[in-house]
């Protein structure tokens, strides 16, 4: 389950890049959006 809610996640980053195009999706960009997500994540905000 929490598998596929990350595989989720991350293929909502992946859409939301190949729409905008972001220069600043790189890859450390990419990895703090994530680690914000799963602070929010395990401490339910």
Known sequence: ???EEIAEYVAGL???QDA???P???GDAIAADFERYL???NHGV
């Open 20 to 22: 905008a195009d972001l």
């Open 14 to 16: 992946e859409e939301s």
């Open 24 to 26: 600043e999706a790189t």
């Open 39 to 41: 602070r929010r994540r």
């Open 1 to 3: 389950e929490d598998d």
